[in-house]
């Protein structure tokens, strides 16, 4: 985390990050109003003494909309640091982007084709993306890698893997 | 127009013979490949060791092995209706427990008793009032004599709102006419702990499950909520001797997917049964305090439909059904 | 004393026996590797191995049993402070400091010290279990709801003290895991509350929840800077902490095993909040608070040795009561039943020998755990030198395998990478996940205690302060959020120093 930017109290900030703290706290916010939305629909427990199950969401609903705020506000408060210095080497959005959506691919093509035939693609995937691009190597890893996860979880310790529904 | 509804029907006809006669043909071998017995639960509880126990007795019975897969959540619901929704073809099969009955009542379940194939019940357990040893009240009598005169204090403790044993304490309650204060915990033992803690007054758990601070002398049994005794303990009344109409049991035993195929069914009810009278599974069974209880297929549907109907009513009287 | 001659005579009939000292090691060494690995924690590894035991002879089946229940936890700590990828939850607390030892090129002493810390503390709390078994069974009683009410929310406080660099950001981090933990279903009436109809669903997906924000997140972000050969060149370094780096962090140990050892012995509380526990209160003594969070080693130590210390605690309920704490000894009272040992207390009654045997092949258990450790560290550094390239898909392959095995469910791998994504942006712009994972262990504690104690005092609060645990409990949870305020109050923004090379020797009490 100390990679992150925001760092050192009263230091500036940048009008990127700026703008992602303040859309941060608009979402949680969101998310916050929505749950006090669907719990007051909870209906009471037949107990008594019972606070019922809607007590507790709003509660934390509530803390978390005054927390954004009060983020929000000393976020507009802080100066903009305009000059501030940009990083040395911008990091790879796409490659992350690619990365997530590689992922999900993977879990989709795991309910199918169960875990070895998505896992071999993923990972020789994954290292490509991270620039290793040996044609040779990044499979061969990729089905020792595999292969050693499927003995360890499968054969080893007998945790199911997932089969795939193509072959149940 | 006829023709068109001629050519319709035929293909249906075809296809129905034609699964039927796949499903024949799959029966004659059936097993050809391991069976995948799902529980609802966690490994190492209750139901999960009769499970296991039940595997490696029915291994002995079948050309192909079980396997145990835990699939928990939801209190039951996430495993049970992963059986529901299994192919049935009998790789997939299932521990079906009393929550089967239950589930659907409290509109948490997409699966009803229909659903399901009963192939055999294994164990079952009836639900008991237990006390502190270190309470003056001695008996049953003296117990609900207590909670009649003072409705709505006596703590009673249980697995859970809308668990086997919150509904056992619930139907005491409606039978007598005397308010109890339920307090759900999560799972039988943290009820026992607070019971013997002296936080709470009763408990309405199975007997196997405070076998051992009984036998400590630590807890008291009052009576059991079955129509015999149990063998462990003799001298425990049960509530019909007490002239109370109330007997509830959990229970746990294999069933499958309702379209599974009978010839299937068949052969798992034979398996089913040489597995359950296996000593080596009685043995276990007695070893955890569990009371062996093997009832056949139609035995076993009878018991889950007259269960269906009971918890549907008493969850409606005591305000549980959505 | 009665115990020394028993425990004298256990060991003597555990030397006649080579087959369970062999067994107990096969079990300590599988256990480190589950506990190692992402998702598969303590419980499932002994659940696992319960089968297998079933044909061995009571010693040997127990003994593999404890052996994986031993080394599980302490497991947890390679990866978390190695990769920062916690593999049990009670690591999550060992991967703040842990992780930040590690980049800056201290792995070694970082993982010796959990090693040596986990195996202190574990050692300590077998020793309490077998001296003070009696004595401490009735504080596990004494517990009720109101209890555990206090109890979560004291660990709530600790929020306050792991939130970082920016306070604020902490508390909506853990306030949006409170809210998180309210999904599923209700625990006094059963309602599914924000389920969106997915049984998957009714209980909050906290492993995989956990993983996510750690071990995907921190894979994703590896992806940021695309090079083959490994960003984290650091070399493992010494692995014996130095006697003055050690020196420091007895106090601490010795601290946080305590803690540990009560904490196991309470039903429902069991290692995660013992680490987090230990935690907060190290931080709290110490000189140097402010280097907590940036790599401080004491840090490692109290979570490490928290955490263990919780085993021989949760083990002392269980054998002396028949209660088991938490789902590990939930699965260990299952195996003791089937071997005809009935835990309760009749056990040290009737199996005195049995369990003193036992009890000395626990304290085997944690001796071999602690060569087995030392042994494995130069192996397990090696991962270090691993191009990211590779290490990257390893770990996220894995954390979907471990996700998957915790229930067999897809569902939750899909909840792990959505986890992994929402940690990558927290990590971004500075929001820290341990308040996360802490909610979630103590948000449906707190809510279900509360709501319980209610039922139980019929609806009057007075438990709040005339029950004296939960005084204690609660004036201990005050005391966590005002000491941070007022020191932040009188350092007013002072800057903070470069983190210390050896750890700061703590207070004491």
Known sequence: MSNAPLQGGDAGLRPRDRLATLVICALVIAVAVAAIVTAQDFPATMLATDVGPARFPIVYAVALIVLCCILAIQTLRKPIDVSGDPPATSPSHGAVAIGMAAAVACLVAMTHVGFALATLPFVAGVMWLMGQRSPIWNPVLAVVITGLIHVTFSTALGVPLPVGSLFE | MSAYRFVTRVCAGALVSAGLWAGAAQAAEYPTKQIELIVPYAAGGGTDLVARAFADAANRHLPKAIGVVNKTGGGGAVGLSEIMAARPDGYKIGMGTVEITMLPHLGVARFSVGDFTPIARLNAEPAAITVNADSPIKTIDEFLANAKANPGTVRVGNSGTGAIWHLAAEALGEQTGIKFNHIPYDGANPAVTALLGGHIEAVGVSPAEVFSQVAAGKLRILAVMADERSKTFPDVPTLKEKGIDVSIATWRGIVVPKRTPEPIVAALREASRDAANEQSFKDQLAKMNLTHAYADGPEFKAVMEKDDAFFKTLMTQVGLAK | ?509
Request: aromatic share 8%.
């Open chain 3, 1 to 509: 004393m009665h115990e020394i001659d028993l425990l004298l005579n256990g060991a003597r009939t555990l030397i006649d026996q080579p087959m369970a000292l062999l067994l107990a090691l096969i079990g300590v060494a599988l256990g480190i590797v589950i506990g190692a690995l992402p998702g598969l924690t303590a419980t499932m590894g002994v659940a696992i191995l319960l089968p297998f035991t079933f044909g061995m002879d009571p010693l040997s089946g127990l003994l593999m049993i404890s052996g994986v229940f031993f080394g599980g936890i302490y497991g947890g700590s390679i990866p978390a402070i190695l990769l920062k990828i916690p593999g049990t939850p009670a690591a999550a607390a060992t991967a703040i400091d842990g992780y930040e030892l590690t980049k800056q090129g201290k792995a070694g002493i970082a993982l010796g010290t959990a090693t040596l810390s986990s195996f202190l503390g574990g050692l300590l709390s077998v020793i309490v279990l077998i001296f003070m078994a009696r004595i401490l069974a009735g504080f596990a009683l004494e517990f009720s709801a109101s209890e555990s009410f206090a109890l979560a929310v004291f660990g709530l406080t600790i929020i306050a003290s792991i939130s970082g660099a920016s306070p604020i950001k902490g508390l909506i981090a853990g306030f949006a895991g409170l809210l998180l933990a309210t999904v599923g279903l209700d625990p006094m009436g059963g309602f599914p509350r924000f389920t969106a109809g997915y049984t998957e669903l009714f209980t909050v997906p906290f492993i995989p929840v956990m993983i996510g924000l750690f071990a995907a997140a921190e894979a994703f972000k590896s992806m940021e800077e695309p090079e083959v050969r490994g960003a984290l060149k650091t070399a493992l370094g010494r692995i014996i902490p130095p006697w003055s780096a050690f020196r420091g962090v007895i106090v601490t140990i010795l601290r946080s095993s305590g803690l540990g050892i009560l904490i196991g012995i309470i039903p429902g509380a069991g290692a995660d909040i013992a680490a987090y526990v230990a935690y907060n209160e190290t931080k709290r003594f110490s000189k140097a608070p402010q280097n907590f969070g940036k790599g401080e080693l004491s840090a490692v130590a109290a979570c490490e040795s928290g955490a263990n210390g919780c085993t021989g605690g949760a083990l002392l309920t269980m054998l002396t009561l028949g209660i088991p704490g938490d789902a590990v000894t939930a699965v260990m009272l299952g195996a003791l039943t089937l071997q005809g040992l009935q835990p309760g207390p009749l056990l040290f009654q009737d199996h005195a020998d049995l369990v003193f045997t036992l009890f000395a092949g626990m304290i085997f258990c944690y001796v071999a755990m602690l060569f087995m450790g030392f042994a494995s560290l130069r192996f397990m550094g090696r991962i270090l030198q691993m191009p990211k390239s590779v290490l990257t898909p390893v770990i996220l392959a894995l954390c979907i395998v471990g996700t998957y095995a915790i229930n067999n469910s897809m569902f939750d791998i899909g909840i792990m990478l959505a986890a992994g994504v929402v940690g990558y942006f927290m990590q971004k712009w500075d929001f820290p996940a341990s308040p996360v994972v802490l909610a979630l262990i103590m948000g449906p504690m707190a809510e279900a205690s509360l709501r319980r104690a209610l039922s139980l005092s019929n609806g009057s609060y007075d438990f709040l302060y005339t029950r004296p645990i939960t005084v204690v409990l609660l004036s201990a949870a005050a005391l966590s959020l005002l000491v941070p305020l007022l020191r932040g109050l009188r350092k007013s923004g002072g800057g903070t120093a470069e983190p210390p090379l050896n750890a700061t020797p703590g207070r004491g009490h």
